[in-house]
């Protein structure tokens, strides 16, 4: 029988910055900035590290603010560096990448690599949170879930996701590739051209951020209702893989 294992991921867990970089975050400005969404995903790590536990998977993490530079963006992204590190000497650029970015990345190339000698397929979890309101409008959704719908594996289960999910939580708004596109730059979007599609399926999970501030009994529900349907979709998609299947990577 075809076996598949979870890994959870967190990159913008929390808004902490090294000693070394204190003097660029210093201003007032920018401690507001540490202490909104844009510094941090608040509530992802708290999502990250339940739903770690309830599916029995690894979690890695990371509590450095995206401020510094951003985990889940490629080398080439212009926001890869906030305005408080892009000026910086070039030197001092990649001695950040180096301490923060590549063994952050590795750590989670390392363990789906290590997942995948002992199983034949790995659901990467990268559990992110957004804000309520952006540019002014209002973002009617309290959870999204984020994939390449090109890929056959995570078009199948991600919609198996999103309709348990709905099931389960008929009042929660649950969308496909909202707010953002699953095909838009991030770690899951990178880590595809590294596997083929039957072997890694990567999705995003957007979580309104208003779950920060949601009461300990509501963040538990939505957690267990969201492991309850990972693990049934995951039972799902091992069952079809015992038929033919296009296993071509896209």
Not at 162 to 170: F, G, R
């Amino acid at each position: 029988m075809t076996t598949t294992r979870f890994v959870v991921t967190s990159e913008h867990g929390g808004n902490e910055v090294p000693d070394r970089y204190a003097s660029l975050f210093s201003s007032p400005g920018a401690k507001r900035d540490l202490h909104s969404h844009r510094g941090h995903d608040p509530g992802s790590l708290h999502a990250a590290t339940q739903l770690s536990l309830m599916l029995e998977s690894p979690l890695i993490f990371s509590t450095t603010t995206r401020l510094l530079v951003d985990l889940n963006r490629s080398l080439d992204h212009p926001h890869l560096f906030s305005k408080y590190t892009r000026s910086q000497p070039e030197a001092e650029k990649r001695a950040i990448l180096d301490e923060y970015f590549h063994p952050y990345r590795k750590r989670v190339e390392d363990k789906i690599h290590t997942l995948l000698q002992t199983c034949d397929r790995v659901v990467h979890l990268s559990m992110h949170t957004f804000t309520p309101r952006f540019r002014g409008s209002r973002r009617a959704i309290d959870l999204g879930i984020l994939y390449d719908p090109e890929r056959s594996e995570e078009n199948r289960f991600c919609h198996e996701t999103v309709n348990h999910m709905t099931l389960l939580a008929p009042r929660r708004r649950i969308r496909h590739n909202e707010p953002y596109l699953g095909i838009d730059d991030g770690l899951t979007t990178y880590l595809r051209t590294q596997h083929p599609a039957h072997r890694y399926v990567g999705i995003e999970i957007e979580i309104n951020n208003r779950y920060a501030r949601w009461q300990e009994k509501q963040k538990q529900t939505l957690i267990t209702q969201l492991a309850r349907t990972l693990q049934n979709d995951s039972c799902d998609l091992q069952n079809s893989f015992c038929r033919p299947v296009d296993t071509r990577a896209k």
